[in-house]
């Protein structure tokens, strides 16, 4: 078993920055691809960015010279600095770590963006 701990989410204005991390625990045989998704309300789960073990970055368009994704392989981390936030980037951000055979998600932690 794996477990992710988030955090990170909070209010910030339009143009502002935040950055979330998530850690991981417990059965740690090797993390493959850690990655960051968000739920807005009445919306499905998107991917927002993932990073390979070696560290291969992708990006959903619509974040793409926002936000960046890091990982942190001796501290089991995985960050997401997010720069000027938009409203639109209102939305639970929820952690997802694979690993042979499986994958794990965190528990969300919410990120909201006034205008």
């Known amino acids: 078993q794996v477990q992710l701990v988030e955090s990170g989410g909070g209010l910030v204005q339009a143009g502002g920055s935040l950055r979330l991390s998530c850690t991981a625990s417990?059965?740690?045989?090797?993390?493959?691809?850690m990655g960051w998704y968000r739920q807005a309300p009445g919306k499905q789960r998107e991917l927002v960015a993932g990073?390979?073990?070696?560290?291969?970055?992708n990006y959903a368009d619509s974040i793409k010279g926002r936000f960046t994704i890091s990982r942190d392989n001796a501290k089991n981390t995985v960050y997401l600095q997010m720069n000027s936030l938009k409203p639109e980037d209102t939305a639970v951000y929820y952690c997802?770590?694979?690993?042979?055979?499986?994958?794990?998600w965190g528990q969300g932690t919410q990120v909201t963006v006034s205008s």
């Open positions: 417990g059965s740690l045989f090797r993390l493959d691809v």
């Open positions: 990073i390979s073990s070696a560290g291969t970055t």
């Open positions: 997802r770590v694979t690993v042979p055979g499986t994958a794990y």
